[in-house]
T-cell receptor
């Protein structure tokens, strides 16, 4: 069993659509990260959350510690948002666990 | 700042050879992470350092892998001897408090 599960695995959306990617985890954590990996391979850290909600531009990340669940939302999606989005959790023991990623394609 | 610098960007070697991957973190960052990414296993954390001290190396696959951080501006990941199953993209990342900044990765192919 994976400690971190993401859904969906693959997602295709029309430009302008509101997108939600989900992450559920089964262990106690000290923080949760959302990463973005572009088709060229580069990885960018989008958010680090330990509670509540964070917003950066069209991206919003939320976390519910009690339910062990986080969501990444993209408003007014654009083709340049096409990437793989990876959820990662960090335990207080300093162990990290990674989801397998959600591959997003936004069609013009 | 130039960001996290990794070298080489691509490495092709033969089974049994020693491979050394290098990383220069962003100046002032006190955490350094080494990751491996494969199609089969996705992204995995191998080891990370805080203030040049290894904190958690539980992700290092086996004794063939070793990592050092002799000073705040340089780290190496060494594989000796290399095997075809070590073929992957190896990322280095550094951070100060929260956000991690990733290097471009080294694509390693072991024939």
């Amino acid at each position: 069993k994976n400690e971190v599960e993401q859904s969906p695995q693959n997602l295709t959306a029309q430009e302008g659509e509101f997108i939600t990617i989900n992450c559920s985890y089964s262990v106690g954590i000290s923080a949760l990260h959302w990463l973005q990996q572009h088709p060229g391979g580069g990885i960018v850290s989008l958010f680090m959350l330990s509670s509540g909600k964070k917003k950066h531009g069209r991206l919003i990340a939320t976390i519910n510690i009690q339910e062990k669940h986080s969501s990444l939302h993209i408003t007014a999606s654009h083709p340049r948002d096409s990437a793989v989005y990876i959820c990662a959790v960090r335990r207080s023991s300093n162990q990290f666990y990674f989801g397998t990623g959600t591959s997003l394609t936004v069609i013009p | 700042d130039a960001g996290v610098i990794q070298s080489p960007r691509h490495e092709v070697t033969e089974m049994g050879q020693e491979v050394t991957l290098r990383c220069k973190p962003i100046s002032g960052h006190d955490y350094l992470f080494w990751y491996r990414q494969t199609m089969m296993r996705g992204l995995e954390l191998l080891i990370y350092f805080n203030n040049n001290v290894p904190i958690d190396d539980s992700g290092m696959p086996e004794d063939r892998f070793s990592a050092k951080m002799p000073n705040a501006s340089f780290s190496t990941l060494k594989i000796q001897p290399s095997e075809p199953r070590d073929s992957a993209v190896y990322f280095c990342a550094s951070s100060l408090i929260n956000e991690q900044f990733f290097g471009p990765g080294t694509r390693l192919t072991v024939l």
